[in-house]
Structures are given as structure tokens and as C-alpha cells.
């Protein structure tokens, strides 16, 4: 399915969003990131994983509303982001994998799956990259 599905079904939207809902998203990515880095450790891999996630979640919904509109999908917020950046490479390529991370979220959080320390840690430093480029681009 593509953004454009997503839109005809209704799991994409226009919305009204105001000035600040964008850069309220980011703040959000931040407070994320922080205990995503907090809680990484040896018996924390999945909480840690899941947090990142949530940090990533958050900096593409922040994109999502700088185009003015909202989502009631995470699939579909994802191929939003990369459709609308695939001029900026960097957001595309983390919403490709951001589509990944979701899937294994799915895994971790509904049915128990494990993370490794590394997942854990490659979701952590691609979540500050999406971080990073979202602000950039909101400003």
C-alpha cells in the first residue's frame, strides 16, 4: 500500500494543525531518545528498543504534521514521510527503516519476541538521525 492508499482509506488526512503541534512532536522525540539511552542495558534490551521506536514514531509525525496532516496509521505515517522527503535522502532512507523497526515493534511489544543489544542500540542512534533531520526540517 502507498501513501496514496492511505490517504483513499482515510488512514491519512488534511488537518488543521497548528503552529506549534510540529515542534511539540520533536520535544516529544527528544524526551524519548533520552530514556531510550537511560534504560539500555542488560535486561532492558526491548524496553529500550520500544522507547527508540516511540522516539521515531514521534520525529516522522512531526514531519507529517509540517505537511498538515495527521495519521491513524504507522504504516502509513511511514510512507508518507517517504514519499513527501524522498528529496531529502537521509528522511527517506529512515522511514524505509523505520517500516522495519515497526514490524519488529510489533514482535517485541504483542508477542514477546527478544532484542538484541545491538537492535537496541542501532534503533537508539537511528531514532537521534531521525531526530536530528526532523528538526532540521521543522524549523
Not at 482509506?9 to 520533536?26: T, V
Not at 511489544?109 to 528538526?135: H, M, P, T
Request: proline share 1%; hydrophobic share 40%.
Amino acid at each position: 500500500m502507498k501513501h496514496e492508499d492511505c490517504l483513499e482509506r482515510g488512514l491519512l488526512r488534511k488537518a488543521s494543525i497548528g503552529p506549534g503541534e510540529a515542534k511539540n512532536q520533536i520535544k516529544i522525540a527528544e524526551n524519548y531518545i533520552k530514556k531510550a539511552e537511560l534504560v539500555c542495558g542488560k535486561d532492558t534490551y526491548d524496553i529500550s528498543f520500544l522507547t527508540a521506536y516511540i522516539s521515531i514514531f514521534h520525529s516522522a509525525r512531526a514531519l507529517l504534521y509540517s505537511k498538515g496532516y495527521k495519521e491513524r496509521s504507522h504504516f502509513c505515517l511511514f510512507e508518507f514521510v517517504k514519499a513527501e522527503f524522498r528529496a531529502h535522502a537521509e528522511i527517506s532512507r529512515l522511514a524505509e527503516v523505520s517500516q522495519n523497526y515497526r514490524e519488529m515493534r510489533h514482535l517485541v511489544q504483542y508477542e514477546g519476541s527478544a532484542c538484541s543489544e545491538a537492535v537496541a542500540r542501532e534503533a537508539i542512534r537511528d531514532a537521534k538521525n531521525f531526530l536530528n533531520a526532523a528538526k532540521q526540517s521543522v524549523k
